[in-house]
């Protein structure tokens, strides 16, 4: 079996998500990550495939038509990846375990678990 040179995967990740929303920021807040972890991931697939995804100026940064193309595919292969992953029963269902120390359990979680259970 011959090894896939893909790019890294937070890379594609990353720059589908600018493509989606529009704006740096946006997909930072989606991937909870920060505008330069963005701006970095994007520059290091752009060094990978050798090929300019977006520009002009970074406030008003744009996709290339290479960048459009990439960006298509990438968001119907991850809608695809979504469809596949099987999904979690309802939260109902499920418990939530939490590991802590004990000092912290007693004075800070056991006082707020009515009020996390509440909502």
Known sequence: MTARSLPPLNALRAFEAFARC?????????????HGAIS?????????????????PRTKLVLTSTGVTLAQALTAAFDQIDAAIPRLPPAADRALVVSCLPTF??????PRLPGFVAA
Request: proline share 0%.
């Open 22 to 34: 529009g704006r740096m920021t946006l997909a930072a807040d989606e991937l909870c990550v920060t």
């Open 40 to 56: 970095r991931q994007i520059r290091q697939l752009e060094d990978h495939l050798g090929a300019a995804l977006t520009e002009g």
């Open 105 to 110: 359990a007693m004075k800070w979680l056991i």
